[in-house]
Nanobody, 123 residues
Framework: QVQLVESGGGLVQAGGSLRPSCAASGRTARNYPMGWFRQAPGKEREFVTVISLSGGGTLYADSVKGRFTISRDNAKNTVYLQMNTLKPEDTAVYYC????????????????WGQGTQVTVSS
């Protein structure tokens, strides 16, 4: 069993930055590729990014490529999402999740989920 807790969301102006984090617990937490998804009001949950077990491999949605960076600190069992040059369309609840395999982009491929953290970008 893996428990995930996100934090670090908030309200920021367009062009600003935020760095949500996801703390994982459970004895097998380090054995999972970790990803971030987001869900805006009235929209489906969408893939944002995923990172491999070692942190050496990453994959991003086109909408965030070049602006967002995922990283992980396995010693701290924590995954980070550095979000720069934020846009109003980035407004959503952001969820971290543990994947069954690196490269997974569908929510059905993720076994464990956090409760989400709200990110709001004002124009």
């Amino acid at each position: 069993q893996v428990q995930l807790v996100e934090s670090g969301g908030g309200l920021v102006q367009a062009g600003g930055s935020l760095r949500p984090s996801c703390a994982a617990s459970g004895r097998t937490a380090r054995n999972y590729p970790m990803g971030w998804f987001r869900q805006a009001p009235g929209k489906e949950r969408e893939f944002v990014t995923v990172i491999s077990l070692s942190g050496g491999g990453t994959l991003y949605a086109d909408s965030v490529k070049g602006r967002f960076t995922i990283s992980r600190d396995n010693a701290k069992n924590t995954v980070y999402l550095q979000m720069n040059t934020l846009k109003p369309e980035d407004t959503a609840v952001y969820y971290c999740a543990a994947a069954s395999v690196f490269g997974a982009t569908r929510s059905s491929e993720y076994a464990y989920w956090g409760q989400g953290t709200q990110v709001t970008v004002s124009s």
